[in-house]
């Protein structure tokens, strides 16, 4: 058994009055947020959630205290202590002495370490018995166990990225990890209580290695749905609008010109589109409009003059930094303000999904997501078909890995769940995975 760890760190001379008996458990936090980093993307700057429960679990009730407590006190790791009871957990992240170098493989295979290990495992799969359909997560989890990958070629294909420095160094060990990971089949999966999200190692797999992933030399293939989170929000976009109207405050004189004035809390305010119903403001109309036919970051791209090569860097950017972010970092981020000078209402009904917490909006979104992927699409794959005769799919967030024999069957249930639970036909794609 391998794990990671920072390649700086010794635990001996780092933890003043080190207890070499909580060794095996320094070894796992840390190697649980370098992995949770790796292979799950609602980490931020870092940040790793570990509900407390887990920490018990695998530390002990008695100790896990102690054992955070000194890796916080030896600045090891740091944390985010900003959490709510039942709503989200602590955060926790290695310090910026340990993430300078990329970690590394080591050795760890004393009974009693494997013991803990297969005591987490044994402890993340019984998550999937609180699942709505524990059966079709082992589908699932059966589905994963069948990639592989062609090794050779993958690190071949790495080493030549990082000569040409289209990858970090430091990014090094992650793409190892996923090659060695998937190789000897110690496969990830976790289901987040909190989203309603599957996590795994697939999902996780950076995209310049996916190509070389197979089932029995059989390519993999994927139907997804173009700019999924952004066409989420439009729920929680018409929702503010529901909201904002009943505080409409009505100017006859507005009406009769052809507009409909609304007076808010806060003193904010906007005008809106009024022919015998309530319409929408022009930027929420083609926020709509884009979302839906896949066009929001072209848009964006173009406005903010953002070079296509730096489009995935863009994307990720972008979302972090105005969706998933605290509002302050929303306010002063370039792009931000752009944004808002472009989609004005956008921006408001962003703020108001933010209201009583930055990390609700990115929940909730990631929630109706994973009820319409897992809980519809996958769920009518499941039932659709006798157990034997279940084709080959593992959910990968906002798509569906599959086979090309199966491409058009899968894109007609996504656009089928889709349409009826947003109220309007997104675009939907078929692509190698």
Known sequence: MKILKPINLNYETAIKKYNPKYYEKYAWLIHLILLRNFICDDTFNGFVKLQSCIL?????DKFYKKVVTALVDNDIIEVDSSYSPGEFSKSYRLTKIYTEYPPVWIAFSTRKAKGYFEK??????????????PDMVNVINQNIKKINIDSSLAVEKVELLLSDGVIKSEARSSYFYFIDAISSGDLFLYHSQKTGRLYHTIVGCPRSLRGFLHVNEEKLFQVDVANCQPMIFVKMLQEYLKVMRTAVKYDRKSIGSGY???SYI????IYTPYVSSFLYPPDVNLYIELTKTGGFYEFLMRKFKVKESDRETFKKDFFARVFYSKLKGMEKYRYGKLFKLHFP??????VWGKRSGHHLLPTKMQSIESNIVIQKVCARICKEHDNSEIPFFIPAHDAIICFKEKLAYIEKIMLEEFTSNMGFTPTVRQKHF
């Not at 209402?345 to 962003?350: E, F, G, N, Q």
Request: glycine letters at 4%; proline letters at 0%; one cysteine or more.
């Open 266 to 269: 806060h003193e904010r305010t």
């Open 345 to 350: 209402t956008v921006y408001k009904a962003i």
């Open 260 to 262: 409909l004035f609304l």
């Open 120 to 133: 987490y495992k044994s402890f993340e799969c019984s998550n999937h018995n609180k699942f709505n359909d």
């Open 56 to 60: 018990k679990e695998y530390l002990g």
